[in-house]
């Protein structure tokens, strides 16, 4: 962990989750800095100087999005995205656990910049130690005065709602978020118009993630420059292959093969085979990308994304198609049904995913495969939900397509056989 | 089948004060059915219909789009086992195997005891614990079938 750590400090061992633990560290001060010093729009700009994005996925500049939001309207809203179900992402989990009122404090933050009174956290059903810690550090907000009525003895009212979801990824998309929210199916809403303007209710809503408005007291701590000195810093998820799986808090653009080496490196005796650095929904990468700085712009210059920072590493005892046919498979699972690409195409492409991994598929899939990815991209799905499905997938029939027509030709998995080999003599 | 307890139903009411539009307490007031009973049987989502006095359809709409809902009876404990990259990556199929071998019964069935309905699941985002499950409230992680059965024997006897 390095030394200006501004997330991972406080979800160390049991974290800061009690409200005194927080206080020792300064907590809650850069909230009430931010009222009692500063207006709402200085709280805008320091926030867009520091070029905070937001870290759920899509990576929005934050001060952008709450810019939007109309300054005169009566009621608005800010929503905390606590979704969090893309798989291998389990950082604002952690935070949520090990140190809720930070993100109390951002909150408050948020509220006081886009001029919202009421908050709701939205946190995915499985999260259940989550939701109970987040409840009992509101309560503990409350009954300091630092939620509710006048915080910090200023003119700021804010109430803070913690809702939990009812198991479904779409969830976490935000205008099905808003959708839940509201008691309904979480199914997504067109846009425009965007939740800014048009959200909860059918007011302004600001939609941030969990990890977001966490960094929000140390933007406003360290300033703009200072934030943006440390990296900026971002908490990578990191999965799969590795010695010591968790989360790493290390600088935007640390490259691939730093963050695997944070998480203890490969297993012994093993080799680095591929990798999704952002989730199931980015492209894979294989060892050609190690040196990729893991940031928004390299990412998707060599064709993936960052996404949520979610690196899932593999190593060489993998079968890429059993990986990518349970992404599939995940994602047909998760369509919420609204959209045809989305909702046929999933089904589609894990039926043909089954067959090949029953050693039954056929030397035509791999242009079917590619056939029905095409008509899920480019903005044929609603949403970004069916839409994650091809990066994933194309970037393996690009990288590995051997393994593929392996199957395919033999109904087996080249790797079993290799590996088989290659344990054969000492065996 | 009873009503609601008068007490669970006084909660369902009070949800509403949090939110600007009374629709918006329908997955809490689901929760809430679903703790008194176990389960969500017909008339649960009635008379969570009639409390926040919406249609029936879009209750019934609603409880059947989200995982956590049972509108069957379910045993016991709820056992999901992540299958997903980071599990999947890290031995889920071995365990999926044995659990089902244990238990007698496929993902989404129910052990003939009543003690456990078995789920597989998508990613409960706790990768670092691979391959991992939960019960109930639970996290059990990183697991060996061995492992399995001592959670199984000690959930058995709740």
Redesign the interface.
């Given at each position: 962990m390095p030394a200006e750590s501004i997330l991972l400090r406080f979800m160390e061992g049991e974290g800061t989750a009690d409200l005194e633990a927080y206080l020792r560290v300064e907590g809650y001060a850069a909230a009430r800095h931010a009222l009692t010093a500063l207006t709402p729009e200085e709280v805008i700009e320091i926030v867009d100087r520091s070029g905070l994005r937001g870290k759920g996925g899509a990576g929005f500049p934050t001060a952008r999005k709450w810019k939007f939001v109309p300054k005169d309207a009566p009621l608005k809203y800010v929503v905390v995205n606590g979704d969090e179900a893309e798989p291998c992402t389990f950082k604002d989990h952690m935070l949520l656990e090990r140190a809720p009122h930070l993100l109390l404090e951002g909150i408050i933050i948020a509220a006081y910049a886009v001029g919202a009174h009421k908050a709701y956290v939205y946190v995915r059903r499985e999260g259940y130690l989550a939701r109970e810690r987040l409840r009992q550090a509101v309560a503990a907000a409350y009954a300091r005065g630092f939620l509710g009525r006048k915080i910090f003895g200023t003119g700021m009212d804010l109430e803070v709602v913690v809702h939990s979801g009812a198991g479904a990824y779409i969830a976490g998309e935000e205008t099905a978020l808003l959708e839940s929210l509201e008691g309904r199916r979480a199914m997504p809403r067109p846009r425009p118009p965007f939740p800014a303007v048009f959200g909860l209710y059918g007011r302004p809503t600001v939609v941030n993630n969990v990890e977001t408005l966490s960094h929000l007291p140390a933007v406003i701590r360290l300033g703009p420059e200072g934030y943006r000195a440390l990296g900026p810093p971002a908490l990578f998820s990191v999965s799969g292959h590795v010695r010591t799986p968790g989360v790493y808090e290390l600088p935007l653009g640390t490259p691939m093969r730093q963050v695997i080496a944070a998480a203890g490196g490969l297993r012994p005796g093993r080799r680095f085979k591929a990798a999704f650095p952002g989730g199931s929904s980015s492209a894979l990468l294989t060892a050609e990308h190690l040196d990729v700085p893991m940031d928004y712009e390299p990412l998707r210059a060599v064709g993936s994304m960052l996404g949520s920072a979610s690196l899932i590493v593999m190593d060489d005892t993998t079968c890429i198609v059993r990986v990518v046919a349970r992404a599939v498979a995940f994602y047909k699972e998760e369509s919420c049904g609204k959209c045809t690409p989305c909702r046929e195409g999933t089904y589609w492409l894990s039926q043909i995913f089954d067959r090949i991994l029953e050693g039954r598929g056929r030397a035509e899939d791999l242009e079917l495969l590619t056939h029905i990815s095409r008509g899920m991209s480019n903005g044929a799905c609603f949403c970004l939900l069916g839409e994650s499905v091809p990066p994933g997938l194309e970037a393996s029939l690009r990288h590995f397509r051997h393994e593929y027509e392996y199957h395919i030709r033999t109904g087996r998995c080249d790797v079993e056989a290799a590996l088989a080999a290659a344990v054969a003599p000492g065996a | 089948m009873a009503p609601l307890p008068d007490e669970a139903r006084d909660e369902i009411r009070r949800l509403q004060r949090?939110?600007?539009?009374r629709?918006?307490?329908?997955?809490?007031a689901?929760?809430v059915a679903q703790r008194e009973l176990g389960w969500l049987p017909p008339q649960a989502l009635q008379e969570v219909a009639d409390l926040l006095d919406l249609p029936l359809s879009?209750v019934t709409?609603?409880a059947s789009?989200?995982?956590?809902?049972f509108l069957e009876p379910a045993g016991r404990h709820l056992i999901?086992l992540c299958?997903?990259?980071?599990c999947?990556?890290?031995g889920a199929e071995d365990l999926r195997r044995h659990l089902e071998e244990r238990l007698g019964v496929r993902p989404g069935q129910t052990t003939p005891d009543g003690a456990f309905t078995f789920r597989e699941s998508?990613?409960?985002?706790?990768?670092?614990l691979?391959p991992m499950l939960?019960v109930d409230?639970e996290r059990f992680g990183p697991l060996t079938p061995r492992e399995v059965d001592e959670l199984l024997e000690r959930y058995r006897a709740r």
């Amino acid at each position: 962990m390095p030394a200006e750590s501004i997330l991972l400090r406080f979800m160390e061992g049991e974290g800061t989750a009690d409200l005194e633990a927080y206080l020792r560290v300064e907590g809650y001060a850069a909230a009430r800095h931010a009222l009692t010093a500063l207006t709402p729009e200085e709280v805008i700009e320091i926030v867009d100087r520091s070029g905070l994005r937001g870290k759920g996925g899509a990576g929005f500049p934050t001060a952008r999005k709450w810019k939007f939001v109309p300054k005169d309207a009566p009621l608005k809203y800010v929503v905390v995205n606590g979704d969090e179900a893309e798989p291998c992402t389990f950082k604002d989990h952690m935070l949520l656990e090990r140190a809720p009122h930070l993100l109390l404090e951002g909150i408050i933050i948020a509220a006081y910049a886009v001029g919202a009174h009421k908050a709701y956290v939205y946190v995915r059903r499985e999260g259940y130690l989550a939701r109970e810690r987040l409840r009992q550090a509101v309560a503990a907000a409350y009954a300091r005065g630092f939620l509710g009525r006048k915080i910090f003895g200023t003119g700021m009212d804010l109430e803070v709602v913690v809702h939990s979801g009812a198991g479904a990824y779409i969830a976490g998309e935000e205008t099905a978020l808003l959708e839940s929210l509201e008691g309904r199916r979480a199914m997504p809403r067109p846009r425009p118009p965007f939740p800014a303007v048009f959200g909860l209710y059918g007011r302004p809503t600001v939609v941030n993630n969990v990890e977001t408005l966490s960094h929000l007291p140390a933007v406003i701590r360290l300033g703009p420059e200072g934030y943006r000195a440390l990296g900026p810093p971002a908490l990578f998820s990191v999965s799969g292959h590795v010695r010591t799986p968790g989360v790493y808090e290390l600088p935007l653009g640390t490259p691939m093969r730093q963050v695997i080496a944070a998480a203890g490196g490969l297993r012994p005796g093993r080799r680095f085979k591929a990798a999704f650095p952002g989730g199931s929904s980015s492209a894979l990468l294989t060892a050609e990308h190690l040196d990729v700085p893991m940031d928004y712009e390299p990412l998707r210059a060599v064709g993936s994304m960052l996404g949520s920072a979610s690196l899932i590493v593999m190593d060489d005892t993998t079968c890429i198609v059993r990986v990518v046919a349970r992404a599939v498979a995940f994602y047909k699972e998760e369509s919420c049904g609204k959209c045809t690409p989305c909702r046929e195409g999933t089904y589609w492409l894990s039926q043909i995913f089954d067959r090949i991994l029953e050693g039954r598929g056929r030397a035509e899939d791999l242009e079917l495969l590619t056939h029905i990815s095409r008509g899920m991209s480019n903005g044929a799905c609603f949403c970004l939900l069916g839409e994650s499905v091809p990066p994933g997938l194309e970037a393996s029939l690009r990288h590995f397509r051997h393994e593929y027509e392996y199957h395919i030709r033999t109904g087996r998995c080249d790797v079993e056989a290799a590996l088989a080999a290659a344990v054969a003599p000492g065996a | 089948m009873a009503p609601l307890p008068d007490e669970a139903r006084d909660e369902i009411r009070r949800l509403q004060r949090h939110y600007e539009q009374r629709q918006s307490a329908l997955l809490p007031a689901l929760f809430v059915a679903q703790r008194e009973l176990g389960w969500l049987p017909p008339q649960a989502l009635q008379e969570v219909a009639d409390l926040l006095d919406l249609p029936l359809s879009e209750v019934t709409a609603v409880a059947s789009f989200y995982r956590f809902f049972f509108l069957e009876p379910a045993g016991r404990h709820l056992i999901l086992l992540c299958t997903n990259l980071a599990c999947l990556l890290n031995g889920a199929e071995d365990l999926r195997r044995h659990l089902e071998e244990r238990l007698g019964v496929r993902p989404g069935q129910t052990t003939p005891d009543g003690a456990f309905t078995f789920r597989e699941s998508e990613c409960l985002a706790a990768c670092h614990l691979a391959p991992m499950l939960m019960v109930d409230r639970e996290r059990f992680g990183p697991l060996t079938p061995r492992e399995v059965d001592e959670l199984l024997e000690r959930y058995r006897a709740r």
